[in-house]
């Protein structure tokens, strides 16, 4: 699949989908589509692929939308244009494997909400995040970064503008780790290379399992896990995992070979 926004790279089962937009990568309708298409079906954009690390090329993550391709959107288009948008985003998050953002420079807005969209990010000390969605006369990224942080700082950042280095979201529990720049894609790739060395099937699994419960009551998110486990119990996966805890092997899967569309059942 050619992409013209993207670049993807495959090494040991971790996909790095890099956004490639200089200067700044912000996002037009065709990066939109893009990111859905590669999200949604991941396994043709990066075969084998058991994780994937999420970022932008060059000194920014993502400054926003291109506001000169944002300044066509009108009330004839805006309904079509919106929804390429917000599926651009769930296919992150909906994404068969797990996505590790890696944040330099600036995630305002839309990037903000690519970063969110992520199941954890990485990020710079000095990378900033932020919603300045009032400055450019629109809604939206607010409910997503709600998943990293509570309704007082969403609203402070929605309202005032106000940015946050990756240093004050890590304080936040925003962000998994607040390193130096040039250290990011490394801290990134190293925790990428840690999912990929557990079953794919069950990784898979959980990650449907985790965007299932993530707004559920607590009985019923446990019963919907208790349910996977049962799913598990007669995968071969399962059985190596176990001997391998109780020996101190190491579990050797079997390449998994996806047998349909990770958005299919959804």
């Given at each position: 699949?050619?992409?013209?926004?993207?670049?993807?790279?495959?090494?040991?089962?971790?996909?790095?989908?890099?956004?490639?937009?200089?200067?700044?990568?912000?996002?037009?309708?065709?990066?939109?589509?893009?990111?859905?298409?590669?999200?949604?079906?991941?396994?043709?954009?990066?075969?084998?692929?058991?994780?994937?690390?999420?970022?932008?090329?060059?000194?920014?993550?993502?400054?926003?939308?291109?506001?000169?391709?944002?300044?066509?959107?009108?009330?004839?288009?805006?309904?079509?244009?919106?929804?390429?948008?917000?599926?651009?985003?769930?296919?992150?998050?909906?994404c068969a494997v797990p996505v590790v953002g890696a944040v330099r420079g600036a995630a305002l807005g839309t990037g903000l909400v690519l970063a969110t969209s992520c199941d954890f990010v990485v990020a710079a000390v000095d990378a900033s995040f932020g919603l300045?969605?009032?400055?450019?006369?629109?809604?939206?990224?607010?409910?997503?970064?709600?998943?990293?942080?509570?309704?007082?700082?969403?609203?402070?950042?929605?309202?005032?503008?106000?940015?946050?280095?990756?240093?004050?979201?890590?304080?936040?529990?925003?962000?998994?780790?607040?390193?130096?720049?040039?250290?990011?894609?490394?801290?990134?790739?190293?925790?990428?290379?840690?999912?990929?060395?557990?079953?794919p099937t069950a990784v898979r699994m959980g990650k449907r399992g985790l965007n299932d419960i993530e707004f559920v009551d607590i009985r019923r998110g446990y019963e919907h896990e208790q349910g996977l486990t049962a799913r598990m119990m007669d995968h071969p996966?399962?059985?190596?995992?176990?001997?391998?805890?109780?020996?101190?092997?190491?579990?050797?899967?079997?390449?998994?070979?996806?047998?349909?569309?990770?958005?299919?059942?959804?």
């Open positions: 699949m050619a992409y013209t926004r993207l670049n993807v790279v495959v090494d040991h089962g971790v996909a790095t989908v890099t956004m490639d937009r200089p200067p700044v990568n912000a996002v037009d309708l065709v990066m939109y589509r893009e990111l859905r298409d590669l999200f949604t079906n991941i396994d043709e954009a990066a075969p084998g692929v058991r994780a994937v690390v999420f970022t932008g090329g060059g000194k920014h993550f993502c400054a926003g939308n291109d506001l000169e391709d944002f300044a066509t959107m009108d009330a004839s288009n805006v309904r079509e244009r919106m929804f390429y948008v917000r599926e651009a985003f769930f296919a992150i998050q909906e300045p969605e009032l400055s450019v006369g629109v809604h939206g990224g607010a409910r997503h970064l709600a998943r990293l942080v509570g309704q007082p700082i969403v609203r402070w950042m929605f309202f005032t503008g106000q940015r946050l280095s990756g240093a004050e979201m890590h304080a936040l529990g925003a962000v998994i780790a607040a390193v130096p720049r040039d250290d990011v894609l490394d801290r990134a790739h190293t925790e990428a290379r840690r999912i990929a060395e557990y079953s996966d399962s059985k190596i995992a176990l001997e391998a805890s109780r020996t101190g092997a190491i579990p050797e899967y079997a390449d998994y070979v996806p047998t349909h569309s990770p958005r299919a059942d959804t």
